[in-house]
């Protein structure tokens, strides 16, 4: 058994890239995600790393970068945050719709205005549909385990689809915790060289990125949807191997403490922890409060979701972005229409709390689930709002 | 679970403190976090870096608001910062200051324990300069053994390199000198 | 691929859209979009290769000794080789009915 | 008066490759100077290319699915980044072949955009990359407006056009901005090699494309390829256009090599500019006293250009007499 190491995620983060043999770094700077890439420019110019470390000038080109090094069948990976992840989001869709699997870590930050450079999930948000493979990490040891399930699963000839991990911005990134690192034996058998099914190359001249008319664009987005629904077995499949050479099993959705819970809290990302304290602290005054973590965000895992939610009479759902005049926060938006077509359904209640870098501590977790009680079930509440 | 807050300016090291600790901790075996206050603050500005320890995988993300330890670096930080807000009464207040645990106590009203040490003294003469986070460690390790002393000797080398044996010297310096109230 | 796109289905698409036959394109007839047609005199014909050179749809085939003939299936009917021709070898005449 | 200023020889156009690696069935408009400028680039580069294309006129008549018209590698992304994408491209192939996953080969890598994709949107991505030094072939086709969305004006743009977005309106008379000197912009990156070329010059623009792919490091060419739509030209004058382009002064060819500037055809005199405006439709609205202020323009930008030949070519001729 492999023995933790303490160190920060970003820098857990970019080992794995480098234990993954990544071949293209294309990244801009952009806080909180320096950390990663500083890492990444050190290990590439200590000669630990072998590959092209490509300094771009705009997240827009380091997307651009990657699509071109993964269409000739590079192991490409980027990483970015908030304002990084907006310019570059027009090429986030494409990446998805030539199936290139390409890895992006997202340092989840605020979108400006007004600027924050802190923590919450408006970011990944707005290319909610971007048609990426989407998981939340809620620890170092979720984000440097992800890199290599990331290639495995958007490499599969069965997915060949860009894999987006989410790791909170500061609360993550900056944090120096015990990871458990993988021999590089391991990795090598988990994590074969990526093999593409297309690649350009003059020995089989193929054309990537064609346009299509309205007679055939429906097919190609149809063509689409069904690869990210598709994927789902194959990333179950990613999990399971994992698992199997490491001990540690992930699931679309974590439980705690659901089976007999008539209240149920939904989170994604890193606060899991600090809410299941929340749930602990509630079941010792009597309540019968869960928890459920959402850790695959595309496919949203919808036959899961409904089987953890399946007993409770109220879901709190915290959303962590605003959709801006809208039904509720995008998480609760997915939430309530899962639910929806259920025969028994529970009420949901939606606080959006957690905002740029807001901290959300046990009790806040604890009042928002109480305020919830007495929650209609529509629209929003934004926790903790001065005025 | 210990958790301790940690005081400096911005380029004095605070947040290097609380991951030698951490890092400290988890060579013992043992979980812990270390993480900054997040903020866009500059080199001189007052800062602040967090750090907790237990037997125990960590579950809690939020900030540190009742510390079982503050550490000080910076003595004119004591009088400018709120450093003892939220201390837990069975806590201690490990500062960097010329003046005694008494006068602190005085001075700042701190019902907990406190802890002092003149770091900036020790760390002129053990590193030739008045950066006194591997200094305070000791002082913070002789006020409560959150981390066994011994165990913070491997991230000070992988930390410093040629430079820690000076380091470990200062921090046993302040470990000998610290007085406690 | 070659099936007439209305006819496609999404399952046979290929992953990403990709397009595998290479110049599968020379199946599609521009020749129709011709309002007039070159008319080539080999009398006339030096065979100096302007045309050839010139033709922005590749619709000028060069035949044995330099001389050429129109690819009609192509011949958009731009008009670029009668007006290059040095020796006036091409004239571009209205389609008819 | 000289026809052709290079003129056709028999020799020269039966040297040239049969092959074509940008195929017939292609949906340019008739007439197209751009498709040309595609296919002789396409010829000039041969099999071992790989081409990142941005949005615009060529991918679209390239690319309808479920067809293409490329014999060659090929991808498309978006409208901004095809120097980018290029870069990846190469960065890609590179590191592959050192890490043994691909055999080792020279594969030219280039990237095609128009002047909207180049000298506008296109145009940090592609500093971008000539600062980073990829070895890559950048071809601009500039057909002076974005003419795949309707002929709007862009920086290419020459002085007085008119186009759907600076149309010749009766208080302001088409484009009121000069042509943005994309070339130039270019060479300020001190990059190997940049070269301006035109369709009309068939043999000189193939040489120039070879030449900057055979040379390491970043290349730009810049040709100009006449759109018979959106200058308003009847479709068979496109290469006569260009040809007047070239000897009226308006887009002068030459070669920027390490710095070294290189007239490909030095015209001891320029024809009017008249000669070649009066043939289009975008032009017809100009009043005499702007086509003295274009004429009076070009003559001085030509001058510069011939004293920037002059600067350059100096220290070789000071070593060449001694």
Redesign the interface.
């Known amino acids: 058994m492999a023995i933790k190491v303490g160190m920060e995620v970003s820098i857990a983060a970019a080992e794995a890239v480098k234990q993954a043999n990544t071949d293209i770094v294309a990244a801009y700077p952009i806080t909180p995600q320096t950390h990663i890439v500083e890492h990444l420019a050190e290990l590439v110019n200590n000669g630990d790393l072998d590959a092209e470390f490509i300094p771009v000038e705009s997240e827009h080109s380091a997307m651009s970068v990657c699509a071109g090094s993964s269409a000739v069948g590079a192991r490409s990976f980027t990483c970015t945050s908030s304002q990084g992840l907006a310019l570059m989001s027009e090429i986030v869709y494409i990446a998805a719709s030539l199936r290139l699997p390409i890895l992006m870590l997202l340092a989840n930050r605020s979108l400006s205005g007004p600027l924050g450079i802190w923590n919450d999930h408006s970011d990944v948000m707005s290319i909610r549909d971007c048609g990426w493979i989407q998981v939340f990490a809620e620890n170092g040891q979720e984000v440097y385990d992800h890199v290599f399930i990331g290639y495995r699963v958007a490499e599969d000839r069965n997915c060949l689809l860009p894999f987006l991990v989410n790791l909170d911005g500061f609360i993550l990134t900056h944090m120096v915790e015990p990871i458990e690192m993988i021999d590089q034996a391991v990795v090598d058998r988990y994590l074969p060289p990526y093999k593409p099914l297309y690649s350009l190359h003059p020995d089989h001249p193929v054309t990537m990125g064609a346009f299509a008319d309205p007679a055939l664009y429906t097919e190609a987005k149809k063509a689409q949807d069904e690869a990210l629904k598709g994927s789902l077995p194959y990333i179950m499949k990613g999990w399971q191997e994992f698992g199997d050479l490491t001990g540690r099993y992930y699931h679309p959705i974590e439980r705690y403490k659901t089976e007999d819970a008539k209240v149920i809290l939904v989170t994604q990302g890193s606060l899991g922890g600090t809410a299941s304290i929340a749930i602990d602290n509630l079941r010792e005054k009597g309540e019968l409060a869960g928890l459920v973590k959402i850790r695959l965000w595309r496919p949203f895992p919808f036959k899961e979701f409904r089987e953890a939610v399946k007993g409770a009479e109220l879901v709190v759902v915290m959303d962590r972005a605003i959709s801006y005049g809208g039904p509720g926060g995008p998480l609760a938006g997915e939430i309530r229409s899962a639910l929806y077509a259920q025969e028994r359904r529970p009420r949901v209640v939606n606080v959006i709390a957690g905002i740029a870098g807001r901290d959300v501590a046990p009790e806040d977790f604890e009042r928002m689930l109480q305020q919830a009680q007495q929650g209609s079930g529509e629209g929003y509440e934004i926790y903790g709002v001065r005025g | 679970m210990i958790e301790i807050r940690l005081h400096g300016r911005g380029g004095q090291g605070a947040v290097t403190s609380?991951?030698l600790l951490?890092?400290g901790?988890?060579?013992e075996?043992r979980?812990?976090?270390?993480?900054?206050s997040?903020g866009?603050e500059r080199r001189g500005a007052p800062v602040v870096a967090f750090c907790r320890i237990s037997d125990e995988d960590?579950?809690?993300?939020?900030?540190i608001?009742q510390p079982d330890i503050v550490l000080v670096l910076d003595p004119s930080i004591l009088r400018l910062v709120d450093v003892s807000n939220g201390l837990k009464a069975d806590g201690v207040l490990v500062a960097n200051t010329r003046f005694s645990p008494e006068d602190i106590k005085k001075e700042l009203g701190v019902k907990s324990r406190v802890a002092t040490v003149d770091a900036n003294k020790i760390a002129q003469e053990e590193l030739g300069l008045t950066i006194t986070n591997t200094t305070m460690l000791g002082a913070l390790l002789k006020a409560s053994e959150v981390v066994d002393k011994g165990a913070m000797i491997e991230?000070l080398q992988e930390r410093f390199g040629r430079l820690a044996e000076r380091n470990i010297k200062a921090l046993e310096r302040a470990y000998q000198e610290t007085q406690i109230l | 691929m070659s099936k007439p796109e209305r006819e496609i289905t999404w399952k046979e698409l290929n992953v990403g859209c990709v397009i595998d036959e290479p110049g599968n394109a020379a199946t599609y007839r521009t020749g129709d979009w011709r309002s007039q047609r070159p008319v080539y005199n080999k009398d006339r014909c030096i065979r100096c290769g302007t045309c050839y050179i010139f033709c922005p749809d590749m619709a000028i085939k060069t035949i044995e000794d330099g001389y050429i003939e129109h690819d009609l299936y192509y011949c958009k009917g731009c008009g670029i080789c009668a007006q290059e021709c040095p020796t006036e070898a091409i004239a571009m005449k209205d389609e008819v009915e | 008066m000289i026809k052709h200023l290079d003129r056709l020889s028999v020799k020269k156009a039966r040297q040239v490759s049969k092959e074509e690696y940008f195929v017939p069935g292609h949906r340019a408009c008739q007439g197209c100077a751009e498709a040309l400028a595609v296919r002789l680039v396409a010829k000039a580069l041969g099999k071992n290319n790989v081409i990142a294309c941005a949005t615009g006129c060529i991918e679209i008549f390239s690319s309808p699915m479920p067809l293409t018209s490329w014999n060659v590698p090929w991808i498309h992304v978006a409208f901004e980044n095809a120097a980018a994408v290029a870069s990846g491209i190469e960065s890609g192939l590179k590191v592959l072949m050192r890490k043994g996953r691909l055999p080792q080969q020279k594969i030219n890598v280039t990237a095609m955009a128009g002047d909207g994709g180049t000298s506008d949107i296109g145009l940090q991505a592609l500093s971008g990359a000539f600062e980073r030094g990829h070895n890559f072939v950048y071809c601009c086709f500039d057909n002076e407006a974005y003419m795949n969305t309707g002929i709007q004006r862009s920086s290419a743009t020459p002085f007085g056009a008119s186009t759907t977005t600076s149309p010749a309106g009766k208080v302001v008379s088409g484009q009121t901005s000069w042509k943005k000197n994309m070339p130039e912009i270019a060479v300020a990156h001190d990059i190997p090699y940049v070269a301006t070329a035109c369709t009309s010059y068939p043999f000189d623009l193939m040489e120039k494309v070879k030449k900057a792919a055979s040379i390491e490091g970043p290349a730009y060419v810049h040709i100009l390829s006449v759109c018979p739509t959106g200058w308003r030209l009847p479709t068979h004058l496109s290469i006569h256009a260009g040809r007047l382009a070239v000897k009226t002064g308006m887009f002068p060819l030459y070669e920027v090599e390490r710095g070294r500037y290189t007239l490909s055809v030095d015209l001891p005199k320029l024809l009017p500019i008249e000669e070649y405006l009066k043939i289009q439709g975008r032009f017809r609205h100009l009043t005499p006293e702007m086509i003295k202020g274009i004429q009076k323009r070009v003559r001085d930008e030509y001058e510069k250009l011939r004293k920037k030949v002059q600067m350059t070519n100096e220290d070789q001729q000071g070593k060449a007499v001694s």
């Open positions: 609380a991951e951490a890092l901790a988890i060579k075996g979980y812990a976090q270390a993480f900054p997040f866009p960590i579950k809690l993300r939020a900030v608001y991230p």
